[in-house]
């Protein structure tokens, strides 16, 4: 059974940096594309990046030059590196295995809070 843990998520002041890590177990994601998705309190969840299985790339518009996608396959991985983080990037940080990049998900990471604040 695929699983699915993220870490990385906490607090940190304006102009930070962190780097968010999903690690799925149960399932190897090879030919999957990877998603990460936010949700900010009273907002819907959004789509923030996805990497496909050959490595290709998208950003939504609030996020491009500041966050950087990335996938380990050797360890069945994915990260988001987010840096000059700013306070509309607090939200819920969601990953998720997709078929293919804009594709349904397979599975959904438990979330894991990013805060940005001073």
């Known amino acids: 059974q695929l699983q699915l843990v993220e870490s990385g998520g906490g607090l940190v002041q304006p102009g930070g940096s962190l780097r968010l890590s999903c690690a799925a177990s149960?399932?190897?994601?090879?030919?999957?594309?990877w998603g990460w998705f936010r949700q900010a309190p009273g907002k819907e969840r959004e789509g923030v990046s996805c990497?496909?299985?050959?490595?290709?790339?998208n950003y939504a518009d609030s996020v491009k030059g500041r966050f950087t996608i990335s996938r380990d396959n050797a360890k069945n991985t994915a990260y988001l590196q987010m840096n000059s983080l700013k306070p509309e990037d607090t939200a819920v940080y969601y990953c998720?295995?997709?078929?293919?990049?804009?594709?349904?998900?397979?599975?959904w990471g438990q979330g894991t809070q990013v805060t940005v604040s001073s």
């Open positions: 998720a295995p997709l078929n293919y990049c804009s594709g349904p998900a397979v599975s």
């Open positions: 149960g399932f190897t994601l090879d030919y999957y594309a």
């Open positions: 990497i496909s299985a050959k490595g290709g790339t």
